[in-house]
């Protein structure tokens, strides 16, 4: 928690873009995008799969999560 306070004071718009998502019984994974504007003007892009294990109400029990940051690739498709 102590990381997300800072991010939330340097980012001005957030925009999250789900590619894929999947459950099977007790099972979800997603894919999806963040893309960030920062305070100063900058764009990070970050590309997130997401892994989880429901619990028998339904709300995420636990999650793993593996991210690929793509904001260079983004600076050089412009």
Do not use: W
């Not at 718009?13 to 997603?30: F, K, L, M, P, R």
């Amino acid at each position: 928690m102590a990381h997300a306070k800072p991010s939330r004071k340097n980012v001005t718009h957030c925009q999250i873009d789900v590619t894929n998502a999947i459950t099977s019984g007790e099972h979800v994974a997603a894919r999806y995008t963040v893309t960030a504007t920062m305070r100063t003007g900058s764009t990070i892009v970050t590309e997130v799969y997401m892994f989880g294990d429901l619990a028998p109400d339904g709300r995420l029990r636990r999650v793993d999560a593996i991210t690929r940051d793509l904001s260079s690739a983004k600076d050089a498709a412009s």
